[in-house]
């Protein structure tokens, strides 16, 4: 059975430090992996989707990473801003055909 | 996003009620997932759909049920609400391809007294 962690469950950091968040999955057989924001109240907004065949996917100042052998993948946001205070949430595709989640890193940026 | 619309938003009912929640999409996808999250538990999967009239269970699945009569619409259906059931009720549509992600409504908050 899949099971997806996040390392760690809250993170608070001053503005414009760069920071790292981690997810890692028990299954490699996996289709894709994805990274989610969620604000409080509010639905899950898709940020960066990398395939299986793909090691890393980039978006304005966000890099995800993907060790599907390791079971493993990072979110990396560059020069972080209070804007960027969200739950984030990954996510895996695999050969069950569903999207397991795992429960999700609370960030606070400090002004 | 995508043009999900997940109706009502909020709804306060008591226990042993039928409960409805609907999920509308305007984007043609395929795939369409109701999904419940919660506190230390995340996001967990309750039904989901793979075409009109074809779904399948998800993980939490006892208590619910599902109809997708047309595309464009998920109906997720609690037969006789719990105060277990009391969650956040999120939706999401997807088209099927590996390289395009799932697109979530903003979700129902449900409250079983």
């Known amino acids: 059975k899949q099971e997806v962690t996040q390392i760690p469950a809250a993170l608070s950091v001053p503005e414009g430090e760069n920071l790292v968040l981690n997810c890692s999955f028990t299954d490699s057989a996996i289709y894709n992996l994805q990274w989610f924001r969620q604000d409080p109240g509010k639905g899950l907004t898709s940020l960066l989707l990398i395939q299986s065949s793909q090691r890393e996917q980039t978006s304005g100042r966000l890099n995800a990473s993907l060790d599907k052998s390791s079971g493993r993948s990072t979110l990396y946001i560059a020069a972080s801003q209070p804007g960027d205070s969200a739950t984030y949430l990954c996510a895996v595709y695999g050969n069950t055909g569903k999207l397991i989640f795992g429960q999700g890193t609370t960030l606070q940026v400090k002004p | 996003d995508a043009g999900i619309t997940q109706s009502p938003r909020h709804k306060v009912t008591e226990t042993g009620t039928p409960v409805t929640l609907r999920c509308h999409q305007t984007e043609n996808h395929r795939y369409m997932y109701w999904y419940r999250q919660d506190p230390g538990h995340g996001l967990r999967l309750i039904h989901y759909s793979y075409g009109v009239k074809d779904t399948d269970k998800g993980e939490v699945s006892d208590g619910y049920s599902v109809s997708r009569s047309k595309t464009e619409d998920f109906l997720l259906t609690l037969e006789s609400a719990t105060s277990s059931q009391t969650s956040v009720y999120f939706c999401?549509?997807?088209?099927?391809?590996?390289?395009?992600?799932?697109?979530f409504g903003n979700g129902t908050r449900l409250t079983v007294t």
């Open positions: 999401a549509t997807w088209t099927g391809h590996n390289n395009s992600p799932l697109h």
